[in-house]
């Protein structure tokens, strides 16, 4: 664009995007016959292995004579199957997060005394600095909750005493205090997005100490503060499922990159915070969410798969929807036969909509599992089978429990913040170098052109 018509910034940068996308493509056909990873990922999907730990076990396969082999899904936290633990806690109707936290940054199930004392220390932890949140929330309200939640995090550096110790005590301290704080954060952080963006009445709670961490955010996001012991156990349950999923899930790898370089703990989270808002990771729920509903809009009768199954073709075949060809919900990186989250969700579901007389919503994500998994694998000519992840169940139970889209993700980062945490000491104890990847140069050199001469 020439000087003269410049007018602004954004008039600017849209100028030269087509530009940008011609300098910046690479062919394909640079990454044949090379050693590359792209994504990190193997030829067959598979990720890359660049390290070793003890916190989770994401298992979908085994490997036979150099040939993945598909299994049922497992989720493991340090070696214990995340279904007993969920069914441990279900038969003794007991919260079992704050347990599974526990677990994730010790490494073994607390005896009772052991995890009383963490219970009091997590429920002391939940107080925030003085006039925290008039400073870093009220006076800066954002449209999206993890982008606060992010700021938040970093700005807890500036209250921190003691904020660059990177000793095991000092972070492990840190730790609890941020696994203690996040629902809090996030639920302030809506409560100053819905008033001034949605233009809602604000109302501010105060977390209570003594109640568990699902019990608090009911508490907290709810105008009148009340909740059922039967909702606080159902979200109970999903924060335990999502409270880890190995080093490889991209938050946490991105922890784990952050942390190698030995920076503080706020800027490590903050991080994988990042990671988990992008629609390809955390927020894939959301995006489950929206494609349900425009099945409802545009399906009259869901139960008639014929309908149902042509409306699937259109979104496969990006004439509907949002566009995009995706089945949101379906396949993951490591489950092949099936993910073990999406099977205890569904059974918790199921015993929900039963009492509240049936869920629509239910109805069309089952039709999405059923029709939709032989119908992409055809297309797609997979022969290692695909299956219905966490994401297609989880805001079914968000949206069962009256929680609002924008808190879907930041409830994702409210489970998981045990195991970046736990991931984050993992790496500082056991890591002995600086995460650093490679990336082979895709432009050869050429000479410098004097500016009268271009």
Request: charged share 25%; hydrophobic share 40%; with cysteine.
């Amino acid at each position: 664009m020439d000087a003269e018509i410049f007018t602004s910034p954004q008039e600017y940068a849209k100028s030269l995007v087509e530009q940008l996308k011609i300098d910046y493509a690479i062919d394909p056909e640079f990454y044949e016959g090379e050693s590359m990873k792209q994504g990190l990922r193997n030829s067959d999907g598979s990720g890359v292995i660049v390290g070793a730990s003890k916190i989770g076990s994401v298992q979908g396969y085994y490997v036979q004579d150099g040939m993945r082999v598909p299994q049922p899904g497992h989720l493991y936290y340090r070696g214990i199957d995340i279904e007993e633990l969920v069914n441990a806690h279900k038969a003794n109707n007991t919260f079992g997060y704050e347990e599974v936290a526990y677990l994730l940054l010790y490494g073994n199930l607390p005896n009772r005394a052991q995890a009383e004392l963490f219970n009091k220390v997590l429920s002391k932890a939940k107080s925030l600095p003085e006039r925290f949140f008039e400073n870093e929330v009220f006076k800066t309200p954002c449209r999206d909750v993890m982008n606060t939640l992010s700021r938040c995090v970093l700005s807890l550096y500036a209250y921190d005493d003691n904020p660059d110790d990177i000793s095991v005590d000092n972070v492990l301290l840190q730790s609890i205090e941020l696994i203690a704080r996040f629902p809090t954060i996030v639920a302030q952080a809506y409560a100053m997005k819905r008033h001034y963006f949605n233009g809602e009445s604000l109302y501010i709670h105060n977390p209570k100490e003594n109640l568990s961490m699902a019990q608090n955010f009911l508490r907290l996001v709810r105008h009148d503060k009340s909740y059922t012991d039967k909702e606080a156990k159902l979200l109970d349950t999903l924060l335990m499922l999502h409270a880890e999923h190995s080093g490889g899930n991209n938050s946490t790898f991105a922890c784990r990159i952050v942390t190698s370089s030995n920076t503080d703990t706020y800027s490590a989270i903050s991080a994988a915070i990042g990671s988990l808002k992008g629609p390809l990771h955390g927020g894939a729920n959301a995006a489950v969410m929206g494609m349900i509903h425009d099945i409802q809009e545009n399906v009259r009768d869901i139960n008639d798969n014929d309908e149902m199954s042509a409306y699937l073709d259109k979104l496969l075949d990006k004439e509907a929807g949002d566009r995009s060809g995706k089945l949101y919900g379906i396949g993951h990186a490591v489950y092949t036969m099936s993910d073990p989250r999406a099977i205890i969700l569904k059974k918790f579901i199921r015993e929900l909509a039963e009492e509240q007389g049936g869920s629509d919503e239910f109805v069309v994500a089952q039709k999405v599992e059923e029709l939709g998994v032989p119908k992409l694998m055809a297309r797609k000519h997979m022969t290692v089978p695909v299956c219905a992840n966490v994401d297609l169940y989880s805001g079914i139970v968000y949206s069962m429990l009256g929680i609002p889209e924008d808190l879907y993700t930041p409830l994702f980062a409210v489970a998981r913040i045990s195991g970046w945490c736990a991931h984050r000491l993992e790496e500082l104890i056991t890591g002995a170098k600086l995460i650093r990847p490679a990336y082979r140069s895709a432009v050869y050199h050429r000479p410098y052109i004097p500016i009268d001469e271009r």
